[in-house]
């Protein structure tokens, strides 16, 4: 007679590997793929760079408008030990740095301020949306010259003008986030015993954040444009000042030097803003890793 | 308030609830609804999906109000969220930005409680529900039925007299939900607090409940009341294989079919 009894039920292992080993396996290839990635990176720039300072060398494009990677940097070399044309460099990165800092703080805390206000209150946001929406039409830029005929050449107007940039995007981002909030938890917080602000301090907020933070990201680049922007229309000090400068004397490595110097400046701001949202949301699950 | 103590907990009289779809038609919830919770009485509410029994909770938490009838708690009619309530939602409502300790302690903290004896009642209710060791954690670390003992504790911390429950228990698997039917009725047992409990699973209601009240299919009224004689403390794991919990169940479930089966024929017509 057949047995039956062993068709079934008898757990089927494989000859297979342990845990330390798929881990150890696992570590190995994230590793692997790190510098994969490193490589490229590396590989790519090097490749442009390279490639723009032999095209340059071997005359397919043109030093004039082109200038070279190596005269950007004696030309950045030359700002930072000697100083510009126009004094310090720092004391122009200095300025530059002001604004946009200024524009920020002031455009994303009124954007925030406003968008909270307007979430939380739909007769508001309804009155006011359509004036939003009329101002937000304005390209940014065509204020500068308005701005700096109001208050005049100083920092004031180079503030204006960035806090214009950063106010919109903050605003409704903020506004989106406010209006997204959960309904239950609010109802929650409500029959925990919240009542007006602590419930927006303590669900709105908080759940607005995610989105607030998104927009912070792309608006600080914003408030450094507001700035050098307004210091291109008119100004004495200044980034913006500079590129003027080097534009008014055909300068294209005076030009390229000042971007360059935008960029480390506006890749070092969204680093901080990184480590700051990354310390904030604690809170949030880390996806799991896909087992390759 | 009416300094009155005999009354029911929760009485709904003749209550209707209309609202609007968001294609501007007007849609009636509740008709001629009538219910009544006496002081610490469990009350459980079966009735088809979507056929109004979250509006009932609503409408005694004051997040809305009727649209024709009387809502009354401890005897006076609801104006607004009485802090006298606790609810435990369907889905999560924990903040996922807090840890497992500083969403217990909201309650004591929104209702004005210093932080240090807030706090020391928030580790005691932890300790109650088994989820000491877990205080720190933020939600999202924790299993299904471990973040629903922090919404239990969450609740309970504030002493609820009326404790309102819109299927709590229904995303949970089947053998997490007995454990958390164990846990609730231990808590209840201690506090005494009158219980409104929104479910689908008709079991789970005589289970837990002193009475079931069975709605029809939308619009909701009451179809009619159960009280189930079957006495505490109930082991909920074992209740189900009783005689008596089988005859209420068949009794109630021929009455519960008919509403079932014409909620999801309206249900079709509507989507096709």
Same mark, same amino acid.
């Given at each position: ?8 039920a ?12 798929i ?27 390279g ?50 800092l ?6 994303s805390?009124a ?30 830029v065509?204020?500068a ?24 995007v ?6 989106q ?11 929650n ?10 419930l927006?301090r ?19 680049g ?43 400046v506006?890749?070092?701001?969204e680093?901080?803003m ?19 | ?7 029911p907990?929760?009485e ?32 459980? %509410? ?6 109004g ?45 807090r840890?497992?300790i ?18 020391a009642?928030a ?5 109650r ?8 954690k ?15 504790a ?25 454990l ?17 409990? %929104? ?13 079931v ?22 082991? %909920? ?6 005689k008596?919990?089988i ?9 519960l ?13 509507? %989507?096709?």
């Open positions: 007679m057949m047995n039956t009894t062993t068709i079934s008898v757990p089927v292992f494989q000859p297979g590997t342990s845990d330390a080993e881990e150890a396996a696992a570590a190995q290839a994230a590793q692997k793929r790190k510098f994969a990635v490193y490589f490229w990176r590396y590989f790519i720039l090097i490749v442009f760079l490639g723009w300072e032999l095209a340059v060398r071997f005359k397919l494009i043109d030093v004039f408008f082109y200038s070279s990677p190596w005269f950007i940097i004696l030309r950045l070399k030359e700002w930072v030990v000697e100083g510009t044309a126009e004094g310090s460099l720092w004391f122009h990165l200095w300025v530059t740095m002001e604004e946009s200024l524009g920020f703080f002031s455009g805390i954007g925030i301020i406003a968008g909270i206000a307007l979430g939380r209150n739909k007769m508001l946001a309804d009155v006011f949306s359509i004036y939003i929406k009329v101002i937000n039409s304005i390209p940014r065509v204020l010259p308005i701005f700096i005929m109001i208050f005049g050449l100083g920092l004031t107007s180079k503030v204006a003008l960035s806090f214009v940039m950063v106010f919109f903050v605003f409704s981002n903020a506004f986030g406010v209006v997204e909030a959960d309904r239950n938890l609010l109802a917080a409500q029959i925990l015993g919240a009542k007006g602000w602590q927006t303590s669900v709105v907020i908080p759940s607005a954040m995610s989105w607030i933070f998104a927009s912070l990201h792309v608006s600080f914003f408030a450094i444009v507001g700035a050098i922007v307004g210091e291109f229309v008119g100004a004495r000090y200044g980034i913006g000042l500079l590129i003027n400068v080097a534009k008014g004397s055909f300068d294209a490595a005076g030009m390229y030097a000042a971007i360059v110097i935008i960029m480390v506006a890749l070092a701001a680093y901080a990184t480590r700051v949202e990354n310390r904030l949301a604690k809170w949030r699950p880390a996806p799991l890793q896909e087992l390759q | 308030m009416s300094p009155d103590h005999t009354s907990a929760i709904l009289i003749n209550v209707s609830r209309r609202f609007l779809t968001p294609d501007g038609k007007s849609m009636t919830a509740l008709r001629d609804f009538n219910m009544s919770v006496a002081r610490g009485e469990f009350v459980a %509410v079966v009735g088809p999906t979507g056929c029994k979250s509006t009932t909770l609503n409408l005694v938490t004051g997040l809305a109000r009727p649209s024709a009838g009387e809502v009354r708690v401890m005897g006076a009619a609801v104006d607004g969220i009485d802090p006298r309530i606790g609810f435990v939602f369907q889905t999560d409502a924990l903040f996922p930005w840890s497992v500083d969403n217990v302690v909201t309650g004591p903290l929104f209702r004005g409680m210093a932080p240090e004896p807030a706090y009642k580790r005691e209710w932890l300790t529900v088994n989820l000491s060791i877990h205080a720190t933020f939600p999202h670390q924790l299993s299904g039925g471990m973040r629903k003992r922090v919404s239990l969450q609740t309970f911390i504030n002493e609820p007299q009326i404790l309102l429950m819109d299927e709590p228990f229904s995303a949970l698997d089947v053998q997490t939900r007995v958390m039917h164990e846990e609730l009725l231990k808590l209840w047992s201690q506090s005494k607090a009158s219980v409104v409990f %929104v479910t689908h699973d008709l079991e789970e209601a005589i289970a837990l409940a002193d009475k009240y069975v709605l029809t299919s939308g619009p909701a009224t009451v179809k009619s009341v159960y009280s189930i004689d079957i006495p505490r403390p109930r082991i %909920v794991s074992e209740i189900r294989y009783d008596a919990f005859d209420i169940s068949r009794t109630i479930w021929e009455d079919r008919d509403e079932v089966l014409r909620g999801a024929e309206r249900d079709e017509a509507r %989507v096709s």
